[in-house]
């Protein structure tokens, strides 16, 4: 079997949320540059439609946060990528109640419920491919970001637990733990971050954003995808319950 036939995704049905924009796109367009049909799945309509178009998949426009609406929800796929999130940085004595349960919601507990809606198709195929796109901070935490932080740490032992349930089913589940990554979002923060310090935004990606990491750059979204093609595939039949750190070494400190 050649590289290329054990990366085909050829006939596969993927459904990838936050896929508007940066890394749910990238995974998306790989995907679907690898014969995937790919549905995307994210609150703005604008940008689900955007990557639809450009996959020639469909859009889902959906808010996750409303997990009462995805308890009813039936998705037929063979492989769900759980992306989509938010952030808030804040102390935790003055941490919004409300925000930190909204951010649980959206990457913790929508997950479950698309894998609980996913689940028995892909059972019933035999073949099925959970990808979480978890974060460095799922593995190590940071101060002031105790939803996040939170969150991903949750979404890393459902991860092993829809492995475990799925061995010998053909399902698979495994998370994606990158470091900063070069969106839309993290644009902002560093033009913000240089505002605020008054240095150039290269200092602010060396200096600040990329501190703890070995390799002082931005990880592309097309590295994530990459990554996630490959979980997908069939040449990863034997991985699971695993975790895979795309960090620039922040994690090895």
């Avoid at 804040?90 to 929508?110: G, K, N, Q, T, W």
């Avoid at 419920?113 to 796109?133: D, K, S, T």
């Avoid at 990554?181 to 008054?198: F, K, N, S, W, Y």
């Avoid at 990329?210 to 990880?219: N, P």
Wanted: proline letters at 4%; a negative charge.
């Amino acid at each position: 079997m050649t590289h290329e036939t054990r990366a085909d995704l050829a006939g596969r049905r993927a459904a990838v949320t936050g896929a508007g924009s940066g890394i749910g796109a990238a995974i998306a367009e790989a995907f679907a540059a690898r014969g995937a049909h790919v549905i995307a799945v994210d609150v703005n309509a604008e940008a689900a439609a955007a990557t639809a178009e450009r996959t020639g998949g469909q859009a889902w426009v959906v808010d996750l946060s409303d997990v009462a609406a995805l308890r009813e929800v039936d998705l037929d796929v063979d492989i769900l990528v759980n992306n989509a999130g938010i952030q808030h940085v804040s102390p935790i004595e003055e941490f919004d109640p409300d925000r930190f349960h909204l951010i649980l919601m959206l990457m913790l507990e929508a997950p479950f419920l698309l894998v609980r809606a996913a689940l028995p198709h892909m059972y019933e195929r035999g073949f099925g491919r959970v990808i979480n796109v978890s974060s460095v901070h799922g593995l190590r935490a940071s101060a002031f970001k105790s939803a996040y932080v939170s969150a991903k740490h949750g979404l890393e032992g459902l991860s092993k637990v829809i492995a475990q349930e799925g061995a010998g089913r053909g399902v698979t589940s495994n998370c994606i733990n990158p470091g900063y990554v070069r969106t839309p979002l993290v644009e902002a923060q560093i033009a913000d971050q240089a505002r605020v310090h008054g240095i150039a935004p290269e200092r602010v990606v060396s200096e600040i954003l990329l501190e703890r990491s070995a390799i002082k750059e931005l990880i592309e979204p097309a590295d994530v995808a990459d990554l996630a093609c490959w979980l997908a595939s069939p040449a990863a039949a034997m991985v699971t319950g695993s975790s895979y750190t795309m960090d620039g070494g922040w994690t090895a400190r």
